[in-house]
């Protein structure tokens, strides 16, 4: 088998983990194949620009953040039909049997347009897709993209700093957090370091009621705001402090953007695990010649039958952009 390994969108924690797992699941079930990866994302897919892979090119990389192949934002790749069609004709041209991709969701969309122009040309090549989004805005029905738990330890470690000068000063942080459209990043965020409020991106804020909480903390408050919320952390800012002249609430607001720190660092244990179990799955099931498809991340040693690459990319028929409605309901029973 020839195959290639394309990290897209968003680099995250456990793209790593994923390459390096195909690589030696390949290489080690089926010796005379060939892996080879993609440089920085569908750009190279389009610009022909690819390296060859052995076991030791992935030799140490699991715990790293980032990926070894590097990523770059190809926004035009969703919109230009043309770049599409030349992607479809390197993968057959160059000879490759599977596409693995590890990606968000515009990775998906961007599988599922070429996958079109493979099966109506008749082309060899099969596409195989794995979630990879710290935002976790990739179909989710039945678990989490890779990098979300990782970015979810960074947030910890973050919160609890900003916590300690919140909590020495009195004071109200107003913390922006990524996620796209995605509640998710933002408001398990807030589970896990303890936050009072996370405002989710389509929520219609009671900001009165915000001011309330905050007026009964005794020491700090940590309000989590989601990436797509449309208002700013200056413009939150200004709408509590007003609420608070008028309330008589002494308490100074400040406001810091911990996202792209939620990026970066080392692989958490879990991401780790299921990124290998993963590409261990994809490549036993493309050595049996399989079709196309999504495989979603649950937990190591669960097997989900994967989805079609259309309903994957389908955002209405997924569920991975608002909280769940007894989640929203646990997190303000911890609150």
């Not at 994967?306 to 997190?331: S, Y």
Request: glycine fraction near 10%; charge should be neutral; charged fraction near 25%.
């Amino acid at each position: 088998m020839k195959c290639a390994i394309l990290t897209g969108g968003g680099d995250c924690p456990g793209m790593n983990a994923f390459i390096r797992a195909v690589v030696r699941t390949v290489l080690n079930l089926s010796p005379e194949s060939q892996v080879w990866g993609v440089l920085d994302g569908w750009k190279g897919l389009v610009e022909n620009a690819y390296r060859p892979l052995n076991k030791r090119d992935v030799s140490g990389i699991a715990a790293l953040g980032g990926t070894i192949l590097g990523t770059m934002r190809f926004p035009e790749f969703a919109t230009n039909g043309e770049l599409r069609e030349r992607a479809a004709r390197n993968l057959e041209e160059q000879g490759f049997e599977y596409l693995f991709v590890i990606g968000g969701n515009g990775s998906v969309k961007a599988a599922w347009a070429v996958e079109q122009i493979l099966r109506r040309e008749g082309w060899r090549t099969r596409i195989l897709v794995a979630p990879g989004s710290i935002d976790n805005d990739v179909c989710n029905n039945y678990g989490t993209s890779i990098g979300f738990y990782s970015a979810l330890e960074r947030s910890l470690e973050m919160l609890s700093w900003i916590r300690d000068t919140a909590s020495s000063h009195r004071r109200v942080y107003l913390i922006r957090s990524m996620g796209r459209d995605s509640a998710y990043l933002a408001f398990y965020a807030g589970i896990i370091g303890g936050a009072e409020y996370a405002i989710r991106p389509h929520e219609n804020v009671d900001f009165e009621r915000l001011a309330e909480i905050a007026g009964q903390r005794d020491r700090d408050t940590l309000i989590l705001v989601s990436e797509a919320y449309p208002k700013s952390l200056q413009e939150i800012q200004h709408i509590l402090e007003e609420i608070f002249r008028r309330r008589g609430i002494e308490r100074e607001i400040r406001a810091v953007d911990m996202s792209y720190f939620q990026r970066g660092g080392v692989a958490s244990v879990t991401d780790i695990l299921r990124a290998s179990w993963l590409g261990y799955r994809m490549v036993c099931d493309a050595l049996r010649g399989c079709a196309s498809g999504f495989y979603t991340a649950y937990y190591i040693g669960h097997w989900q039958e994967p989805l079609p690459l259309e309903v994957a990319a389908d955002d209405a028929r997924t569920n991975h952009l608002d909280i769940p409605a007894e989640i929203i309901r646990m997190a303000l029973a911890l609150r």
